[in-house]
């Protein structure tokens, strides 16, 4: 009856402790106290927790399966970006794949491992990949490469895409 209340009161404390006891309890829990516990160590950004995240994302029920996909976006991180990398998401996951993976690059550019985010952003600027995941990209990738971001842009402002387009601008 206290479990949410339990976590929330560990999700917020620094103590490596608290963490290591939510991440203890995540085999013994399931449905939507599993689900919240997984959203609890994406928001501690636990990268003690990414190995056991990243076999839960492609579990068969579809709400474990996006909590931890974007759990470990939250996260972040260049383990984090591994495991993202290797999830075959079906369709209605996709997007947010993609969204954790870019949001990984973020944390990897925020921490000055530039060199590994722009992989990642050069990966999600594919055409294959839908117009808000590109956008995304772009920016990580103008933030990243500030000396090349000029003409990027103004090839951008060309594109047949209108929502590109406006991005640019």
């Known amino acids: 009856d206290l479990s949410h209340m339990a976590r929330f009161a560990l999700q917020h404390m ?12 995540l085999p ?3 449905g939507d106290l599993k689900i919240g516990l997984i959203g609890s160590l994406g928001q501690r950004g636990d990268r003690k ?5 990243a076999a839960l994302a492609t579990d068969g029920d579809a709400g474990i399966a996006r909590t931890s996909i974007r759990a470990l976006g939250r996260i972040g991180g260049p383990q984090a970006a591994e495991a993202l990398a ?15 993976y870019l949001m990984c690059a973020d944390s990897m550019l925020a921490e000055g491992r530039t060199d590994e985010a722009l992989k990642i952003y050069s990966n999600m ?14 920016k990580g990738f103008v933030q990243a490469k500030k000396e090349e971001a000029v003409p990027v842009v103004l090839a951008l402002l ?10 640019a601008g």
């Open 14 to 25: 620094p103590a490596p402790e608290a963490g290591a006891a939510l991440l203890a309890a």
């Open 28 to 30: 013994r829990i399931e």
């Open 49 to 53: 927790a990414v190995a056991e995240i």
């Open 86 to 100: 290797k999830i075959e998401a079906p369709p209605e996951l996709a997007a947010a794949r993609d969204n954790a």
């Open 125 to 138: 600027l594919s055409a294959d990949n839908g117009t808000w995941i590109r956008i995304a990209a772009y």
């Open 158 to 167: 060309k594109d047949k895409d209108l929502n590109l387009q406006r991005a």
